[in-house]
Nanobody
């Protein structure tokens, strides 16, 4: 069973920064997703098992950075220049099979509990 523990959410003013962490019980290709009230879950960023490949949603490109510390089985999402529209519950997810990154919900097998990010205007 894969265990995921997220941390780092909170309340920040527009233009501020937050860093989310996703600690896993092993090393996996990982994605971050978010879901705002009344909206569908959407892909934010993904990173391959090795960390050599990353991808981002257009809405966060240039502002968010996904990275990983393979020694600690932890993936980070650095979020800069935050906007009120970034407000959502952010969840990390991992692929138990396959090492390449993915952008679709159905490609991920295990999900974290989610952490709230609120950006005030």
């Amino acid at each position: 069973q894969v265990q995921l523990v997220e941390s780092g959410g909170g309340l920040v003013q527009a233009g501020g920064s937050l860093r989310l962490s996703c600690a896993a019980s092993g090393r996996y290709a990982t994605g971050w997703f978010r879901q705002a009230p009344g909206k569908e879950r959407e892909f934010v960023a993904g990173i391959s098992w090795s960390g050599s490949a990353t991808t981002y949603a257009d809405s966060v490109k240039g502002r968010f950075t996904i990275s990983r510390d393979n020694a600690k089985n932890t993936v980070f999402l650095q979020m800069n220049s935050l906007k009120p529209e970034d407000t959502a519950v952010y969840s990390c997810a991992v692929r138990s099979t396959g090492r390449s990154l993915a952008t679709r919900v159905e490609h991920y097998d295990y999900w974290g509990q989610g952490t709230q990010v609120t950006v005030s205007s």
